[in-house]
């Protein structure tokens, strides 16, 4: 069984994008906004900004208390799009009630959407086009490229279908590209033939937020198992995070799997700063988001 | 075996749409775009042209000869999302060569696309908010609506991947909504897996173009097929149509199917019509596309 390491594999894209800004004389900003005080906010937040640290993209952070208006924060954000030296805008998720979630997310440029959230971002992923794909599911496409596995022809389940994780996903594995070219089947909590049909994936990815939900039995063996679920449950020994899937008994027969942490969770922020740069690129004019 | 008649589907659904526009004072207004001389776009043209003038919307049709400069069409298409006449804008497909389809679509604004092509509609779509939905997929979806065919936890089999049919598709029957809830397999030219697939779905939907692909060895007793298909193919008697779905032989042991002609293809100028009539009543103010 072969663990699928996404902190090595993370290091190696920052070291990558580290080497590539270092060329620029120009550098990339990312705009960080955070509505109110969730903590596992501000923990996300910290990591994104570390992450941007570490190689060479200026972070900016723009907190807003709980009670802001909504105009106020919708003109906030006209503002970061206008900006030059803002390339990516990122609004910190859940926001707390009472905001327009896609009002506000909808207002942000395209070209600086580096969550990949906004419907015409979404639209080009379905289309086949280039795109600033969302952060979680370029995730596990770039796990899968660098470990070989192959996807042409092969049957991919993906439990779950969120805007953010199992949608986009299916949309990208089903494309004319590498990784691509799978038979993609999406499956949700109203699928009736759920068990039976993760039992014939060469490749699984859990997606659902239930913790512990794949059991060695809905695993062909040899299958991939790739587990995006990030779920903090209490244990006898205090709160610790497990994924969708049953890792100690489901790793015993597949062929490759994602831990909990440390799979696909790490890669996450990685394609947030890939976003980064290439839109940092698009917008000076180093490269273009073409219609291919 | 119940035959799924999209002629009469159309018929009603073109009279309840004639309804509704004679109660407005203002009519809607659709701009059909042809490039060239193609026979089928001509054919295509006079279908639609006939199904606006059937229910009383105003169409308008813009013929440039087959070496117009893209850079005129663009301005063209411009002049047209600016004329409030115009509610609705088609630019027919597919385009004679060296002219950028996706530059000209994505020109279009996003209120008046009602071929549903502009990414931001298949985004919108994908995330499961309100869109102009591309004909072809909103035809089957109103199809399965109107025969109470079943869609919620069932297996949804989609064979083909295209940006105009299979993908949308997909991504419309696995959203929360009715038809949806389904679990959906999407196949193409590199599934390995495709017939064992096929067999299990309880309905499956051909979009490949592929004459008479699908067998009754592909097809589950008592399924639901769909067949997108319309193939132009030689027999004795001369050039007939074909769908993908080798109708006769399949016939017999499913619940339900679409004749090919008189299925799907109907519905499609149906949904133009309706997109065309939801166009205008959100540029009218009558109602939002909202973000539901």
Not at 20 to 32: D, F, N, Q, W
Not at 200 to 220: C, E, H, R, Y
Not at 265 to 271: H, Q, V, W
Request: hydrophobic share 40%; aromatic share 4%.
């Amino acid at each position: 069984m072969k663990l699928l390491d996404g902190n090595s594999l993370k290091k190696e894209i920052l070291d990558s994008l580290r080497l590539k800004i270092s060329t620029y004389s120009a550098k990339p900003g990312l705009a960080v906004v955070l509505i109110g005080d969730n903590p596992a906010s501000h923990a996300y937040i910290k990591m994104k900004r570390k992450a941007c640290d570490l190689i060479g993209i200026r972070s900016f952070f723009y907190h807003f208390d709980l009670h802001v208006s909504q105009s106020k924060v919708l003109a906030f954000i006209e503002e970061l799009n206008q900006n030059p030296e803002v390339h990516g805008i990122l609004v910190q998720l859940p926001l707390p009630p009472g905001y327009d979630e896609q009002k506000i997310i909808q207002l942000i440029r395209p070209e600086k959407d580096v969550d990949g959230f906004h419907p015409i971002n979404l639209g080009r992923v379905l289309a086949g086009m280039d795109a600033l794909v969302p952060c979680t599911p370029a995730g596990v496409c770039a796990l899968l490229k660098a470990y070989h596995i192959q996807t042409e022809g092969k049957h991919v389940v993906i439990l779950g279908r969120s805007n953010i994780v199992g949608k986009p996903l299916a949309a990208l594995l089903m494309q004319k590209s590498n990784p691509g070219n799978a038979s993609v089947t999406v499956l949700h909590s109203k699928s009736h033939d759920l068990e039976s049909l993760c039992q014939q994936a060469d490749i699984l990815i859990a997606a659902i937020g239930q913790p512990l939900f794949v059991k060695p039995s809905m695993v062909k063996p040899g299958a991939t198992v790739i587990d995006v679920g990030i779920n903090r449950v209490e244990n006898s020994s205090g709160q610790v995070l497990v994924g969708d899937v049953d890792f100690d008994s489901v790793c015993q027969q597949c062929e490759a799997i994602t831990p909990v942490p440390g799979g696909v969770g790490p890669l996450t922020i990685a394609m947030l700063m890939q976003n980064t740069v290439k839109a940092f690129e698009s917008q000076m004019g180093f490269s273009s988001l073409s219609d291919a």
